[in-house]
């Protein structure tokens, strides 16, 4: 079983930036690939990015292309996402979660979430 716990998220202003974190519990964290998901309000949870086991290899949305960068520490059993050039749109709760296939783009293809944190842009 893992346990993921996000934090970093916040109040920032559109054009600014914030770093999400993930830490996972259990020594299992690099046989998962990782990935970051966001659920605004009134709307269905939608894939962001995702890395591999190793970190080699990552995958973005359309929409954060080149503005995210997700990254992880397997030493320290943490993912993170960085994210620049915020857009109010950008607003929404982030998941982080694990699973198991490469790139796992599909909210069924996770076997684990955390609680997630909320991001505010403000315009």
């Known amino acids: 079983q ?3 716990v996000e934090s970093g998220g916040g109040l920032v ?3 600014g930036s914030l770093r999400l974190s993930c830490v996972a519990s259990g020594r299992t964290f690099s046989s998962y690939a990782m990935g970051w998901f966001r659920q605004a309000p009134g709307k269905e949870r939608e894939f962001v990015a995702a890395i591999s086991w ?3 290899s990552t995958y973005y949305a359309d ?3 080149g503005r995210f960068t997700i990254s992880r520490d397997n030493a320290k059993n943490t993912v993170y996402l960085q994210m620049n050039s915020l857009k109010p749109e950008d607003t929404a709760v982030y998941y982080c979660a694990a699973a198991s296939t490469f790139p796992p ?3 069924g293809e996770y076997h684990h979430w955390g609680q997630g ?3 505010t842009v403000s315009s």
């Open 54 to 56: 190793s970190g080699g």
């Open 105 to 107: 783009v599909r909210v």
């Open 13 to 15: 202003q559109a054009g």
């Open 117 to 119: 944190t909320q991001v």
């Open 2 to 4: 893992v346990q993921l």
């Open 63 to 65: 929409s954060v292309k």
